[in-house]
């Protein structure tokens, strides 16, 4: 496996590409106050227990929801405070998805890492934007992206005087309503930046339920498990206590009450992973 190029600080104490998977994880929007301490409060504890260090995860828009009538945000300012009192409930950084650039500047004076949706991983001026607040920036691969290519994500940031960078992988597209991970792109990618697996979004089949996306969970720890024994740096799970009631992603989330377990099987094949993450032939 190819050695990544260099680890992206969060915090001080939480570093992406270092010793110690950095796990990003929390419901995919943001609900409630109340869901959101729920979820970080028990996903926290079980991180630290088994050796993760934890990223608190939510969405404060849902922009790019399949249809005009899903649910999309409680409102960017509402959804922005409702992150900054879990953040310093909990005592742990945070990460949320940033689509204009506009957005940038305001959400980076709440959160610790800006992220980049799949669809939007091309877009020079949001790339930049975020680079240019001096927060940890995440770039999910595009579905419709050559692993090789997400070097250019990489430098355009880079180039904006930000280092701190780290690609995602999540699928490719493969026909209509479907994704289909492709273990090859990790190492390729690990070659620009640290490397996180996203659990949850690599079993999505979007827009598969007409206007909502569909999503084959029980799929989820098979491919987990296999991008943990390739070496990579970190996971996002989305997660909660009642998928079926979520407002957004519900087919595909892990069920909160099955989070210990995951993130215990998890560790065991990380572990493996970088045990021998560079043997070569």
Known sequence: ?????????????????????VLFAGPCAVESFDICLEIGTKTKEWAERFGFSYVFKASFDK??????????????DKSLEVLQRVGKELGVPLVTDIHESYQAKEVAEVVDVLQIPAFLCRQT????????TGKAVKIKRGQFMAPE??????????????????????????????????MRSLPTMRQYAPVVFDVTHSVQQPGGQGGSSG?????????????????????????????????SDGPNLVPLDKMEGFLEMLKESWDLGRKYGDFSV
Not at 63 to 76: E, K, L, P, W
């Open 63 to 76: 922009a790019n929801r399949t249809s005009s009538n899903s649910f999309r945000s409680i409102g960017m």
């Open 149 to 182: 290519d997400m070097q250019y994500a990489v430098s355009k940031v880079r180039a904006a005087g930000n280092d701190n960078v780290c690609l995602t992988e999540r699928g490719y597209s493969l026909g209509y309503h479907n994704l289909v991970v492709d």
């Open 215 to 247: 999503g084959q969970r029980q799929f989820a720890p098979y491919l987990a498990r296999a991008a943990a024994a390739t070496g990579i740096d970190g996971f996002f799970i989305e997660t909660h206590p009642e998928p079926s009631k979520a407002l």
């Open 1 to 21: 496996m190819n050695k990544f190029t260099n680890s992206m600080k969060i915090t001080d104490k939480v570093v992406l590409g270092e010793e110690k998977p």
């Open 125 to 132: 001026d949001l790339l930049l934007a975020a680079a240019e």
